[in-house]
């Protein structure tokens, strides 16, 4: 389901339940194997350790099936492109083409359905299903306010998307952390 859906859920259950709600972003389960050869499952940025110790990183894969009509294969295809998906098959039935894409995980939780139902105007469905473990690239990307780091801010992403969200938590930090009439080091 989409973040629509999470927003109805969570406003439902405080104003019927009255609970207080925090709904924080959703996150993967990766496998970081050492150099010693031991493996491991890191479930936050808190968790991935120091990385002189890492031998590899593994990064939890889907296997998605797309069914959009024709006329908006070509945007989907981008957007599962640029979300680092690997075209798998690609048929027709009619109108109607079925892709076939193996993506991370990671590039799929967050907002992957929505912007799908976004670019067909709502007439593609996705359907997809756990593909196993590759090795990737990725790194943990840290924040600093005021020169110390701010786990709450520390997030793991591929190394190719490491500047690009970095500057994406800056600029919105940036409008929310209030100025200060003194200097920050």
């Keep these: 389901l989409g973040m629509l859906h999470l927003e109805v859920i969570?406003?439902?259950?405080?104003?019927?339940?009255?609970?207080?709600?925090?709904?924080?972003?959703?996150g993967v389960v990766y496998?970081?194997?050492?150099?010693?050869?031991?493996?491991?499952?890191?479930?936050?940025?808190?968790?991935f350790g120091d990385v002189q110790d890492i031998a590899s990183i593994k990064e939890p894969w889907i296997c998605a099936t797309i069914m959009v009509p024709d006329q908006y294969l070509g945007v989907v295809m981008l957007l599962c492109n640029?979300?680092?998906?690997?075209?798998?098959?690609?048929?027709?039935?009619?109108?109607?083409a079925l892709l076939k894409y193996r993506l991370p995980l990671?590039?799929?939780?967050?907002?992957?359905?929505?912007?799908?139902?976004?670019?067909s105007k709502g007439y593609a469905s996705l359907d997809w299903e756990m593909d196993g473990y590759m090795d990737s690239e990725i790194a943990k990307l840290t924040i600093l306010i005021n020169s110390e780091?701010?786990?709450?801010l520390a997030c793991i992403v591929h190394k190719s998307k490491v500047e690009q969200r970095g500057r994406e938590i800056c600029l919105r930090l940036k409008d929310l952390i209030p100025r200060q009439q003194y200097k920050i080091a």
Excluded at 31 to 47: C, F, M, T, Y
Aim: hydrophobic share 30%; charged share 30%; net charge negative.
């Design 10 to 26: 969570q406003e439902r259950l405080e104003r019927e339940f009255n609970l207080d709600l925090t709904a924080t972003a959703p």
């Design 31 to 47: 496998q970081i194997i050492s150099k010693n050869g031991i493996l491991r499952e890191v479930h936050n940025p808190h968790d």
């Design 82 to 96: 640029n979300k680092r998906g690997e075209k798998v098959d690609l048929s027709y039935s009619g109108n109607t």
């Design 106 to 119: 990671s590039e799929v939780v967050f907002d992957f359905y929505d912007r799908i139902k976004s670019i």
């Design 149 to 152: 780091p701010v786990d709450a």
